[in-house]
Structure formats: structure tokens, C-alpha cells
């Protein structure tokens, strides 16, 4: 039995998510409906994320301790 994948949006869980699979040897599908190269999101990554993606230390500007998200309809979270 083959087994195939589509993951639907390709930011950024989805393409982690495709990755993961792709390289678990899974047949894999990445389906994005808007490519205008918009950067898809502040820019922030968990502190868990340096490691796997083994960025240097030295390039990280600064470390977030508070944030507040604001939704498309104003709803307000803040995260600290």
C-alpha cells in the first residue's frame, strides 16, 4: 500500500509539516492557493526551532518575552 499525503497551505506548519513527511519517505502533495512571496508571518520562531533548523545563535536580533496578536476581526491575545 503506498501511502500519499496532501497538505493544504504551505506556511509555516504546513510546509514543516510536508518536510516531516517527505522525509519519512511519504509520498507527499503541498498545496498552496496564494504564491505572491507576502512574507507569511513576523518573522518570530520558537527558541525549539533554532535547534532543528540549526540557525546560529549569533543571527538571532532578540528574544521575544511579550507579544500581543491581533485578529483580522480584532480579537486580542497577549502571550507572555
Excluded: H, W
Excluded at 496532501?6 to 517527505?22: H, K, N, Y
Excluded at 503541498?30 to 518570530?44: I, S, V, W
Amino acid at each position: 500500500m503506498t501511502l500519499r499525503v496532501a497538505v493544504v497551505g504551505g506556511g509555516p506548519a504546513g510546509s514543516c509539516a510536508a518536510e516531516t513527511l517527505v522525509k519519512a519517505g511519504i509520498e507527499t502533495y503541498l498545496f498552496e492557493r496564494k504564491l505572491d512571496n507576502a512574507k507569511p508571518c513576523g518573522g518570530a520562531i520558537p527558541l525549539c526551532m533554532v535547534d532543528e533548523f540549526q540557525i546560529p545563535p549569533e543571527i538571532i536580533d532578540r528574544r521575544v518575552r511579550r507579544m500581543k496578536m491581533i485578529s483580522p476581526s480584532n480579537v486580542e491575545v497577549d502571550i507572555a
